[in-house]
Structure formats: structure tokens, C-alpha cells
């Protein structure tokens, strides 16, 4: 049994707005192993970020967690004062990379002066300790010339450089867990490899537990030892990342499988998921993909499925996988692309 580091049971939380409550997040559960990468894959507003904010208790000021517990080495995080938060667990235990660096760069400070921040603050070590702390942080980074760069401001940089002093920032206090909030996003397709290579990297020479939230399919693949498929505030599908690709059993996922775009594909136009997620103003009877699924049947109008058990770590919430359902068969084009995925994954 792998330890778990972090865990996140039935958390619950609705946004209070002009227009009413929005029911954002309902009753997510979410498991993350000790050294081991988790994604938390959806599309935009499925609540993939507003879930790991609750763990960091960043939150905006119209949330209400009406339940759930979020373990941390066994501590519930939600049980600590946002003073707590901040002192005892964000950055020296858990820190976060967000998706656009220059936003979580200060314009006005250098880059060296916000990666020894959090070290006077957490490590209470001296200036010269930190700053040597600091150049050795640039370099595991991959930041050339860091005795020089260590006095440079954030605008003279470039994106994939901010993106990485972001990730030296985050790793300053030596946290356990590293949460990505679309780490690649703003970056070309050749500095998003380079940056997804280094976190593996460093994982690996920190032991650090890793948390990827991304829509991109094609990252999970590359990063992910598990992954969780949330939909409508929900984790709708959990498994290995090998069952989530080549043994899919959501109509969500293979949803979101089909629209990658693919050179092999027959069909001559890229895939997109029908319709549009529902409003969780208006929280929709039964399953929240019933309207968008084909394969919907008339319990899935009325009630919403539990998780389903296919394997030891592979649960999916669909009524496909009761025992009365009608069977129905992953689409054809899809089959085809996992069989030329997994022969590719051979070969490599």
C-alpha cells in the first residue's frame, strides 16, 4: 500500500454571487501517494483549481466550504486559520506554480529578492546562506549565469525563464508537495517540454509529490503516475494514468480522449464534446453529463451515479457500469487511436 501524503474527503463548497449560489465543487475526493504525480484533468470551470485552492486556503472571500476534510500527514488543513495556513504549511509545505508567471512575479522586486522571500520568512537563515540557497536554486532550474540573473527583475526575462524562477520560488522552503496549476500554458510547445522535463527531474531529486492541473491531455500522459477526471465540480473517473488512457470507461473521458488531436486519425475533423457544462447555478438533477451524453439512459436524468469499482485503483461514476445497464462498446475511431497509442508507448 502506497502512503498517502495528502487527502482530500467529500469537499463541498459553493460560491456566493449576485446571481445566487453556485454549488462549484460537490463532494470531490481526491488521493495523492507520497512521491507519486496525481492530474486533475477537466475542461475550464469543472473545478480543478478551486479545489486545490481549499487545500492552500486561497479561496476568494465569497466561498463557503460547506464540508469535507482536507488531510495533510494527517492534520485537516481546513480546520487551520488562514494565519496557520500561511505560517506552517504554504511554500514550506506545500507551494503552488501558477500558470502565468508574470502574474506571480513582483515587477518591482529582483527575482533573487523573491526566491530568498520565503526563506527569511519560513527558514530564518541568514542573508548570505539565502542567497547562496538562491543561486544553487537557479541553476537546479536550469537558469545559466544564476550569480548574474539572481540581480535581474522579471521583465528581462523570458516567459519559459519566469516560468522557472516561479518553480525556484516555489521549491525555496523545500516543501513535500508541489501543486501545477497549468505550469505550460503560456509557453511554446518546445520550452513546455523543457519545463515538464525539469519537474521530473527535480521530483525526483527532492522526493516531491506532485499535483498537475491541466486540461492537456497530452501533458498528463507525459507527467502523470494517476489521474482524476473531474466534471461539473466532480471526480467523475480515478485511475492509473495506463487505465485512464487505454481503458476508459466514462463517456466524459473518452470524450476528452477523442479530441486530441491525432495525425492518424481517419476522420477529417477534430472532435469536440457536444453541448456545454451545466450551470451549477441550477444544479442539475441526476448525472451533470446527461445532457451531453449519448449513451444517456432515463436513471441518468434522475439520479446521480456512485463510483463505480473496475480495478484496485480504477472507479468511474457512470450507470454504464452497473450490472443492468446495456453494454456499450468504447466508439470505434477511439479504439483504434488507444491501440495505436499503446503500440507507440511500446516502442519507445
Same mark, same amino acid.
Given at each position: 500500500?502506497?502512503?498517502? %501524503? ?15 449560489? +453556485?454549488?462549484?465543487?460537490?463532494? +470531490? ?15 475550464? $470551470? ?9 487545500? &492552500? /486556503?486561497?479561496?476568494?472571500? #465569497? ?10 500527514? $494527517?492534520?485537516?488543513?481546513? &480546520?487551520?486559520?488562514?494565519?496557520? =495556513? ?5 511554500? @514550506?509545505?506545500?507551494?503552488? +506554480? ?13 527575482? $533573487? ?14 542573508? &548570505?546562506?539565502?542567497? *547562496? ?9 536550469? %537558469? ?7 540581480? #535581474?527583475?522579471?521583465? @528581462?526575462?523570458?516567459? /519559459?525563464?519566469? *516560468? ?18 497549468? !505550469?505550460? &500554458?503560456? =509557453? ?9 522535463? =525539469?519537474?521530473?527531474?527535480? @521530483? ?23 489521474? #482524476? ?9 480515478? /485511475? ?36 456545454? !457544462? ?27 451515479? !456512485? ?18 445497464? !446495456? ?20 516502442? @519507445?
Amino acid at each position: 500500500m502506497e502512503k498517502i %501524503i495528502l487527502s482530500i474527503k467529500n469537499l463541498d463548497i459553493t460560491f456566493r454571487t449576485n446571481a445566487g449560489n +453556485v454549488h462549484a465543487i460537490r463532494g +470531490v475526493n481526491f488521493d495523492l501517494p507520497l512521491g507519486k504525480t496525481v492530474a486533475l484533468v477537466g475542461e475550464s $470551470g469543472s473545478g480543478k483549481s478551486v479545489t486545490m485552492k481549499a487545500v &492552500t /486556503g486561497l479561496l476568494d472571500s #465569497n466561498s463557503v466550504i460547506n464540508s469535507g476534510n482536507v488531510f495533510y500527514n $494527517g492534520e485537516d488543513l481546513l &480546520t487551520l486559520t488562514k494565519k496557520d =495556513l500561511r505560517q506552517k504549511i504554504n511554500g @514550506q509545505q506545500i507551494a503552488m +506554480v501558477f500558470q502565468d508567471p508574470m502574474t506571480s512575479l513582483d515587477p518591482t522586486m529582483t527575482i $533573487g529578492d523573491q526566491i530568498m522571500e520565503g526563506m527569511f520568512l519560513h527558514k530564518k537563515i541568514s542573508k &548570505t546562506d539565502a542567497r *547562496q540557497k538562491a543561486v544553487e536554486l537557479l541553476n537546479l532550474v536550469g %537558469i545559466a549565469d544564476a550569480e548574474k540573473r539572481i540581480k #535581474n527583475y522579471p521583465h @528581462q526575462l523570458s516567459g /519559459g525563464m519566469r *516560468q522557472r524562477v516561479v518553480i525556484a520560488v516555489a521549491l525555496s522552503c523545500e516543501p513535500k508537495i508541489l501543486i501545477c496549476d497549468e !505550469p505550460t &500554458t503560456a =509557453l511554446d510547445v518546445t520550452v513546455q517540454a523543457r519545463i515538464l522535463d =525539469l519537474i521530473k527531474k527535480i @521530483q525526483a531529486e527532492m522526493n516531491l509529490s506532485v499535483i498537475y492541473i491541466t486540461h492537456d491531455l497530452g501533458v498528463v500522459a507525459k507527467v502523470a503516475d494517476y489521474v #482524476n477526471v473531474m466534471y461539473a465540480g466532480k471526480v467523475i473517473e480515478v /485511475g492509473t494514468v495506463e487505465e485512464i488512457f487505454y481503458d476508459p470507461r466514462h463517456p466524459y473521458t473518452w470524450g476528452l480522449l477523442s479530441a486530441m488531436p491525432d495525425l492518424e486519425t481517419d476522420d477529417d475533423r477534430l472532435y469536440s464534446i457536444p453541448g456545454s !457544462p451545466p450551470n451549477l447555478l441550477h444544479e442539475p438533477p441526476g448525472d451533470a453529463f446527461a445532457a451531453r451524453n449519448k449513451f444517456a439512459m432515463k436513471i441518468d436524468e434522475k439520479a446521480e451515479p !456512485p463510483m463505480f469499482q473496475i480495478s484496485e485503483t480504477h472507479f468511474a461514476a457512470t450507470w454504464l457500469l452497473h450490472p443492468d445497464a !446495456p453494454k456499450v462498446e468504447l466508439p470505434q475511431e477511439l479504439k483504434s487511436r488507444l491501440i495505436r497509442s499503446r503500440k507507440a508507448a511500446e516502442k @519507445q
